[in-house]
């Protein structure tokens, strides 16, 4: 989901549908790695067990209440050393805490990134047409719950575009936005496709922040793209998935609000999105470093469009001019949404550091993956993480912490991560020059 106006979102939650491989070869302790599934994220070097439990038992002022109720909260951390070799090439030494694949959690926005990947990739399958990011995609509704759009005033140009629809999403985590990437690309490609890269827990099944049913979400707009003269370049008739999906078991909390009225028990999680932390891990991985990942695991898309969402990525909402964030300061501020390292701040950034990153929080449940650099000191990492913050048991009550728990957490985790770095002997420095941009616009 959008990451302001969370109040809101979570009120409507209860009638809406919410956004919201190889083996590693290190050895892991019980307390890193619950044995339930085997990793999947590749590995190059041996990374000692509960060295994360350890680091964050030093710091018992930020860590101590999430040590003790890491289950309770469901604390999953997987942390990315990366150490250069003398030809630049990355070596990968994963860290793992509490990670269960079978615990589930709502996956929130962060479904949104694979979204963007798969939109790039069926624009390239779909070069023959003679479109791209930048074409004008214009969407109509052809069935109930459905909405056209055909023009965009955000955009430089007025026209909606995939990747102007990109911009919005990396930027701020629009819903809207996602969702007309998600009936471009239409239900049956989105989950074919992460079945054959072998993503096979991955369950994208719904658009984001609105009211529809679950047939509503297996059918999406009819879309049609157009050259600047307004001659049709592509017809996309609307979609409709009649595949059946692996059945689910996934339901969270002791009650939930639902039209209004309290329900006891778990709500039913099992027709909502699906998205591990190991996969989310890997698949920010593959944007950074796709030789990192199995060819068969990537996304088809081409350096070009590898930079471009590299570039949107770490961009600020204030360095944006279209869409214009940055003249909005105050629903906008430089470090939003980058809940690792900054958490809650409303601050000016570091200038020498940048997160590659994708968020999201939700039904309580937040949720961080990124890149972080420091150009000037040389330092890279990785590192994913999610919290569940809602101690009373109960969804959709707005009484979520995520100011209290949530973010501090987060915030906390990004800095003792980067601090440890900062001390970390590596003997080959990166060069972070292929991870400079130019942006939009000053902070």
Known sequence: MICKNNGMLRFLAGMAVFISCSTIKQSKSTADMPQTKQQTIPSDTAAPPAFIESLLQQYPQYFGEILKNRDAQNVQIIYTQINRRANGDPGLAHHYFNVNPDKYFYPASTVKLPIVLLALQKLNELKEKGIDRNTTMLTEAAFSGQTAVFNDPTAVDGKPSIAHYIKKVLLVSDNDAYNRLYEFLGQHYINAEFKKKGY??????????????ESENRRTNPV????????????QKGQWNQAQFPSRKDSLGLGYYSGGKLKSGPMDFSKKNRLGLEDLHKIVMSIVFPEKVKAS????ITEDDRRFVLQYMSQYPTESLYPPYAADTVSYWPTYCKFLFYGAEKTKPDENIRIFNKPGDAYGHMIDAAYIVDYKNKIEFFVSAIIYCNSDGILNDDKYEYKTIGKPFMKNLGRVLYDYELKRTNKIKPDLSSFLFTYDTLR
Do not use: S
């Open 200 to 213: 096979a827990d991955v369950q994208i099944l719904h658009r984001l922040n609105i009211f529809l049913t």
């Open 224 to 235: 049609n793209f157009y050259d600047t003269a307004g001659k049709l370049l592509y017809e």
């Open 297 to 300: 695991e990537r996304f088809k």
